[in-house]
């Protein structure tokens, strides 16, 4: 199974705003700059992950994004669902075509592989990946390379 940038940028972003929640809303750009996803892309995403009921916006000054539930509420597989990709690795996406319009040989095996994938990544919260030592030592570098903190603490502080 190869997931899409799509999957990977959705899941990026929402572990940004996780990580950074406790501050107030961020800003796309913001992400856009330590994540190194393009704002337009970003935007695209925003707007599956709102309708999805992941994100909210905040307008005005010191406005942006925050999650729309608690981080330990919301699931990789969630996040990932919800800007319309699938967590699948069979070639006929469960619809038993897979060869010359029948079930091939290892269909079972790959549907079960699926589930298995599913199951994993809905069993992981962005609150339990966000709190790891090793991504927090990332953000903190992330948000150092891009004085990150203290313009966000500056901004909310307003």
Partial sequence: MRLST???YAVT???DLAI???IGPVTLADISQCQGISLSYL???FAKLRKAGLVEGMRG???GYKLARPSDSITVAQIITAVDERVDVMRCSG????????RCLTHDLWDELS???YEFLDGITLDQFANRPEV???AARQDREHLRHHFLYRRHAA
């Avoid at 619809?95 to 029948?102: A, L, P």
């Fill in 136 to 138: 927090q030592q990332i």
């Fill in 115 to 117: 589930n298995r994938l």
């Fill in 13 to 15: 972003a929402m572990m």
């Fill in 6 to 8: 799509k999957g990977r």
């Fill in 20 to 22: 950074h929640d406790k």
């Fill in 43 to 45: 935007e695209q995403l």
């Fill in 95 to 102: 619809q038993t075509d897979c060869q010359k319009g029948e």
């Fill in 61 to 63: 000054p010191g406005g």
